[in-house]
């Protein structure tokens, strides 16, 4: 088994086992904590937008809530909301729909923190606890974030696809939702990754907003007009988008594409060759221990302030193994 694949794994026995190991090594302790909320439990997830990735980060926070249930005897619920889109007055609103329920906690993935920051500090205000997943926490918020190094994740994008063209020649970057600071940081380090290979010259390749539709646009508009174009990147999960925009155009073979998602699209993708490569987070398990940490938060401990779930690179080499593990 790939080593990364094994490592993934293993962090998701430690997560599991960190849940049954409080059941069962130290019962009298996780009983008295059980005591004190001796009753059921909801968190809210809250995304960016609707968005096939999102939906991978409710998988991983499901199946939380539902091992936490089996363990600690009580109903634990996760609400999911997504904002409809990328829009920042409409992510606050579902903040304040959800803190109206009075949940035990939210996970939130802002789209921009400035924008987010007052509905943020009300809603802890009301005593619910809040922590930011896919998202780096600003200094001086206190907030606890699930995620990855976003800089070490998009520059391991880019020096592959540097490797993958031979160090020259024309290359695309689409950005994603401008405001989100993760897209921000991934679009900064792709530039400045690239920054380094001098026969790279580097183009706009589109803004996306989060939208698979929109990267496909975004993208064709991009190929019809740069018919040397002999790479592409971007900053969210919308490379399925620009896969469809290069086959559509009948450059598969001239156009390669680095992602940096592991969405069953994009792995399909990888699988058909249309994208090479995809330097992936693990929405999965930012889904997963967001509702773990906000578990740990309602019964009164502390928290990490950082939580790195990883990043995996996957391409012809282990696609198989990672459709496996996103399919199930």
């Avoid at 409710?58 to 600690?72: F, W």
Wanted: overall charge negative; some cysteine.
């Amino acid at each position: 088994m790939n080593k990364k694949i094994l490592s993934l794994m293993l962090t998701l026995i430690m997560v599991v086992s960190l849940v049954i190991g409080c059941s069962k090594e130290n019962k009298s302790e996780v009983t008295e904590s059980s005591a004190k909320v001796s009753k059921d439990l909801t968190f809210v997830v809250v995304p960016k937008c609707v968005h096939p990735w999102f939906d991978e980060v409710n998988k991983g926070a499901q199946a939380q809530a539902k091992a936490l249930s089996e363990q600690l005897g009580v109903k634990v619920t996760v609400n999911y909301r997504a904002p409809v889109t990328a829009d920042v007055a409409e992510q606050n609103t579902v903040l304040e729909q959800a803190a109206a329920t009075r949940p035990d906690g939210i996970a939130l993935d802002p789209l921009d923190y400035e924008g987010n920051k007052a509905v943020i500090e009300e809603i802890q205000k009301q005593g619910i606890p809040v922590v930011l997943f896919d998202a780096s926490a600003p200094a001086g918020s206190g907030l606890t974030s699930v995620g990855i190094d976003f800089t070490e994740q998009a520059t391991m994008a880019s020096d592959k696809l540097a490797e993958l063209i031979g160090e020259e020649g024309k290359v695309a970057v689409m950005q994603g939702v401008p405001t989100a600071p993760n897209h921000a940081e991934r679009y900064q380090a792709h530039l400045d990754a690239l920054a380094k290979y001098p026969n790279i010259e580097v183009i706009e390749g589109g803004i996306d907003n989060d939208s698979v539709e929109e990267a496909q646009s975004q993208a064709a508009a991009v190929l019809a007009a740069n018919p040397d174009l002999e790479g592409y990147l971007n900053c969210d999960g919308g490379a399925a988008g620009i896969a469809a925009a290069v086959e559509e155009a009948g450059k598969t073979d001239q156009v390669t594409i680095v992602s940096i998602a592991n969405l069953i699209d994009i792995l399909k993708y990888v699988k058909k060759g249309t994208i090479t490569g995809t330097s992936s987070s693990i929405p999965q398990l930012q889904g997963s221990m967001s509702v773990l940490m906000l578990w740990q938060v309602s019964i009164g401990l502390d928290i990490p302030k950082v939580i790195d779930t990883g990043i995996v690179y996957i391409d012809s080499e282990n696609v198989d193994e990672w459709i496996k593990i996103v399919e199930n």
